[in-house]
């Protein structure tokens, strides 16, 4: 796992790897933190490479990691690195891509954990969650909301690629056994059904 920040999505997966039933564990975690600033992306990659390759590592996950990766390394881990981003990509890649959203006013928005190619936040999207926007939202309320969706997502990702149900075909993720939702989502939701004796009253339309 590749890391920068605050290391929630870690602990959401070191959680459900505690559960003897998840097929997946973390055998090691790399923080750029430590890193002295003046190392180079290939400096970065080459270290990286030496550690993972010397750890049995299958899949690289990254969370907020904030290192644009060096291309060879990428390329190395073609189809067994996935991030995580906070959004609905390939709406809002990049920076801030909460403010981005309450910024374009969108009424859902999300996050997505996607196979890692050299272009940031771009590649075969694997799964996404979709989290609503409220009318009183700022950058702080969205990004918990999200968060809590990554937290979700991240773990039922790996749990797919680890039991070797995800493949991808023509630049496309397919999973083996996909539950997809049945129904959509509506934002602003409808009125709840009421009876007009129990105080709910149509609105007049003119059409
Ligand atoms: C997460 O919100 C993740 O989606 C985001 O960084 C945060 C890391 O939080 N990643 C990106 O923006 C990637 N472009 P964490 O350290 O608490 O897991």
Partial sequence: ML???RG???RALLAACADAAYPAEIVSVVSDRVEAPHRGRQAFAAQAELFLGSQRVQLVCLAGFMRVLDAAFVE???DRMVNIHPSLLPA???LHPQSQALAAGVRFTG????FVRPEVDAGPIIAQAVVPAHPDDDEASLSARILGAEHRLYPLTVRLIAEGRVRVVAGKVEIDGWRAPKRAILNPSE???KSPA???SRTPVGL
């Fill in 191 to 193: 009125p709840r059904r």
């Fill in 111 to 114: 996050c997505t954990v996607h």
């Fill in 3 to 5: 890391i920068s920040g």
């Fill in 76 to 78: 190395m881990w073609r």
């Fill in 92 to 94: 809002f890649p990049g």
């Fill in 8 to 10: 929630s999505n870690l």
């Fill in 198 to 200: 129990n105080g709910w």
